[in-house]
């Protein structure tokens, strides 16, 4: 059993960086990913970024690419999501969760959830 837990969101100002972070405690897998999700009022809920637990293989949604750094600590079990550049339109709740990274990056194979984090950016 593994429960991730999502903190460092906020209210930012667009062009502003806010910093992410995931745990992950209870059991692991080396062959797991680590994903950050958003999902914004009215709107189905994204892939954002992810990251394998022991490759380190990076995952990003267009939307994240080059404004997005995810990165992970294997031994500590946490990952983290520098969000640079951010815009208005990054408004959303955003969500960690682990599960096999075969099938990644749908939301649909991630097994463990934690609860989300607010980020808003104002314009």
């Known amino acids: 059993m593994c429960s991730c837990q999502a903190s460092g969101g906020g209210l930012v100002q667009a062009g502003g960086s806010l910093r992410l972070s995931c745990a992950a405690s209870?059991?692991?897998?080396?062959?797991?990913?680590m994903g950050w999700f958003r999902q914004a009022p009215g709107k189905e809920r994204e892939f954002v970024a992810g990251?394998?637990?022991?490759?380190?293989?990076?995952y990003y949604a267009d939307s994240a690419k080059g404004r997005f750094i995810i990165s992970r600590d294997y031994a500590k079990n946490t990952a983290a999501l520098q969000m640079n550049s951010l815009k208005p339109e990054d408004t959303a709740v955003y969500f960690c969760?682990?599960?096999?990274?075969?099938?990644?990056?749908?939301?649909?194979?991630?097994?463990?959830w934690g609860k989300g984090t607010q980020v808003t950016v104002s314009s």
């Open positions: 990251i394998s637990w022991s490759g380190g293989r990076t």
């Open positions: 209870g059991r692991t897998f080396s062959s797991y990913v």
């Open positions: 969760a682990t599960g096999p990274e075969v099938g990644f990056p749908s939301s649909a194979g991630m097994e463990y």
